[in-house]
């Protein structure tokens, strides 16, 4: 099933020059306290002045057990001249033991104009952050566009993100990569995430990630895995192949 709806999301991208590019694609698992729970496809295309990613994800392991979920989402955007990635629209359709929920945030260049969830979310403990309070953010797949594709360890972890997934603002602030040790450089990334307390109130709550990167044979590098200790145990997103 995964593969299908990933194909159908690739094939949708409305990006005529990225959608005439070959994307770089990955397969991924998603384990927490040791224990895989998902796993999926992710394509990301960079072509001139636009990019694409497209991902689904599933349960799996010992997840499917107690869970049947779906996730699905593509964004497209623009490159600017530095590098920085801005994105027009970021959509996602999911499923949950059966319930769909959709999602699509509209940009204007500086950060989300629109959210719109249909039907509008019932797990959430509060309201959904303003959007006019989240100028200046990204989707959680603008992350992915850079973080995968190829580049030097310095370009790779040069850049910190503000997030807002439609329902969550987080950070991701990479530091300088370290030395190089068995064939892999680590990034350090301190990774915070914004909940309302009982009072409506935002409250941070910072994690500590790293990022393992791996030399390709052009010379350049790649994001291989990502690793983390949160509040549930370990988790760790890592390619299936490697």
Request: with cysteine.
């Amino acid at each position: 099933m995964r593969v299908a709806i990933f194909s159908a999301v690739i094939a949708a991208a409305s990006v005529p020059a990225v959608a005439q590019d070959n994307p770089l694609t990955r397969a991924f698992s998603v384990h927490a306290g040791g224990v895989k729970v998902a796993e999926g496809d992710i394509a990301v295309t960079r072509f001139n002045q636009a990019y694409a990613v497209a991902v689904s994800v599933e349960d799996a392991g010992i997840a499917s057990f107690f869970v049947d979920a779906l996730y699905t989402a593509q964004v497209e955007g623009v490159v600017e001249a530095d590098g920085t990635l801005r994105p027009d629209l970021f959509s996602v359709k999911a499923w949950w033991d059966g319930d769909e929920q959709e999602l699509d945030i509209n940009y204007d260049g500086q950060g989300p104009v629109l959210v719109d969830y249909r039907p509008e979310p019932d797990w959430l403990e509060g309201p959904l952050p303003a959007v006019e309070d989240q100028g200046g953010t990204v989707d959680p797949l603008t992350v992915f566009a850079h973080m995968l594709w190829p580049a030097s360890p310095e370009e790779l972890c040069g850049r910190g993100f503000e997030v807002f997934s439609g329902s969550r603002r987080s950070s991701i602030l990479p530091e300088a990569p370290l030395e190089p040790r068995d064939g892999v450089i680590t990034c350090p990334v301190e990774y915070t995430r914004f909940e309302a307390n009982d009072e409506g109130i935002m409250e941070p709550e910072t994690m500590d990630f790293r990022i393992e990167l791996r030399a390709r044979e052009d010379g350049l590098w790649e994001a291989d895995r990502l690793v983390g200790d949160t509040r549930f145990g370990s988790f760790v997103m890592k390619s299936r192949d490697g």
